[in-house]
């Protein structure tokens, strides 16, 4: 209702809220702000997939933000390389962390090729989807499956990581 009163008065609107889905369905543009300063001015399609910073990520509900160094994703100490990854060209320079949403990441059957291995931690299912909590040398990530996946806590599996899906995330205060 409010989008539609809007746009029939045809002006332009500020409005401030920290409900990131009531933001994504009203704006046109998206702020967001942390202490005062600017973390990240876009589109909510761009906020939302291609948040510039941790914090953004955070914010707007990525679950899985991993340190980046050296073409291999960090363990969960942050130091270790746990997994090699290689970024697209299109990445850009500064990168120090990757963001992917759970459905972005998905949950396969133990030995897959090219998936880091891990153990069922949880899952719940979503109807459309089951998400797992995985316990990886990455540490927990969250990941998603077909509804009739059959993986149960505890169980051997393996997760995905597309690094063309991934959001490429600067440290605090460089994106803006």
Not at 32 to 46: D, F, K, N, S, T
Not at 60 to 78: I, K, P, T, Y
Request: charged share 20%; aromatic share 6%; proline share 7%.
């Amino acid at each position: 209702e409010v989008r539609r009163l809007q746009r029939a008065a045809g002006t332009t609107m500020l409005y401030v809220t920290h409900d990131q889905d009531e933001a994504l369905a009203l704006s046109d543009r998206i702020v967001v702000m942390r202490a005062g300063r600017i973390e990240q001015l876009a589109a909510p399609a761009e906020l939302y997939q291609r948040p510039a910073t941790r914090f953004v990520a955070s914010f707007m509900g990525c679950e899985n933000v991993f340190a980046w160094r050296d073409g291999a994703l960090l363990g969960a100490d942050s130091r270790t390389p746990a997994w090699p990854l290689a970024l697209p060209a299109t990445a850009g320079s500064g990168v120090t962390h990757l963001a992917w949403r759970p459905a972005q990441v998905p949950v396969l059957a133990e030995g897959s090729s090219a998936a880091l291995p891990g153990r069922v931690l949880a899952r719940s299912y979503l109807g459309e989807a089951v998400q797992y909590l995985v316990d990886t040398a990455l540490g927990p990530v969250k990941g998603s499956a077909g509804p009739s996946a059959p993986w149960q806590e505890g169980e051997a599996v393996a997760v995905q990581f597309d690094a063309t899906r991934a959001a490429p995330l600067r440290d605090q205060g460089d994106a803006a």
